[in-house]
């Protein structure tokens, strides 16, 4: 820090950088009532009035011009750094809207094979949308810098989270992993997988909610330290290739990522991770390591039956019995959650099992719909009748789930308020396709798309619904569908 600086002289650089306004400079001179007052009281001043932040003041004190702003986003905090990156809290000057900025470091942004892997890493993130996912607004460079814009979560990652609470209660645990296994079931259905599960890559929103971070920026992590010789190793990168050279799976198996999901609900219960820590990398890639991991029920006698069958599942290094797809654990979890809040905790894993099996004879219907919030809709609204709901956002996925006779379902509802043409294309497809011609299917169509009814191919059971329209009548179309499907089995 320069021990010349005055409050005047303070005030003249934050406007020259434009830290703030002439409008702004003006009104805090009028307040403080004069120029000649001593600097930590004009700084503290400052801070408490909310102008500047400590970040920006410690910035300008050391005579730094440059990182205060990326293009309209002006940095207010430094909130975390990893190896590569470094994470701000920014504003948008334009619209005022609160956002997490991850700047690539200056040293890797000079090198064009490193920012180009870190941008097309963010690109690939932005196509995630979920509230169980923090999503990615926008991949940007400017003046030389890279970074990604994201959803600012107001809270706590789960190991500040975990740090406080030392272990959660059962359901409170469960209800977390159920937050967790849907982030990861949705971008396993966009054919993405996360790479660095661990728990300061959760963060716990101030409702409760979590949301995973950096999905696939592992990548990024893994291909800096094989290009660039002095950079330091991503710890879960080794736990991950240790893991994947033990159980002979290729890189990018979601059951991986399911590990080290099992890791983090074996943390949450017992208060303990269950992978010895070590930074020597020849120690995490030792076998040894994931062998000596004690059973949670070993760990922890008090976690329940039903939980410990979850997470050892979960965590089994025999890939053959370990959950196949997030979509599997969640179901689990789901089912585990209900049992908990019913009292029926020393249920184990078979029972659960055999219960969800039971849910099998509901008749299930389809829902295909790329809006979260229409998705939320039609799954509360058709459970309410004894409905088993099934919601996808991928028409190629729905079409296969139809096509297979094991798992199509009774009934198909393909809403277009989302996808438009692409919900008709679908549509027609089902009725065109010999193998499901014959399946119940409803396409709703908003108020603007009623062109689309006309090219819509039709019968009995394959209807074309108006919105505005009902929740009860729509249940009414559909349960009229669903039995008629019932009839033709008989």
Known sequence: MTTDWTAERTAERALELGL???WELRRIWSELGRRNLPLDEFLQFLVRREYLTNYQIEKLLQGDREGFFFADYKVLYLVGAGSFARVFRAVNQTNNQVVALKVLRKRYSENPECYRQFLREGQLGMVLRHPNIVPVFEVSSYNGAHYLVMEFVEGQNLREF??????LEPLEATRIMIDIASGLDYAFRHGLTH??????????????????????????DEYLESTLPDVPPNARAIDYAALEKLTGVSRNDPRSDIFFTGCIFYHLLSGTAPLSETKDRLKRMNKNRFYEIPPIQERDKTVPRLLTGIINKAMSLDVNYRYQSPAQMLLDLKTAARKLAQGEADSDLETLHNSALSNESQPTVLVLESNYELQDLFRKGLKKVGLRVLVVADPQRALDRCRDEESAP?????????????ALTCFNQLGDDPRTHLLPAILLLDEPQKALAAIAVRSDHRRVLQMPLTMKALRTEVLELVNLQKDFAR
């Open 20 to 22: 703030i306004n002439d």
């Open 162 to 167: 975990l740090k406080i609470r030392k272990k």
């Open 195 to 220: 790479r660095d599960l661990k728990l300061s890559n959760v963060l716990i929103s101030s409702e409760g909610t979590a949301k995973l971070v950096d999905f696939g920026l592992a990548t990024v």
């Open 410 to 422: 009774d009934c198909v509802l393909l809403s277009a308020a989302g996808l438009g043409e692409t």
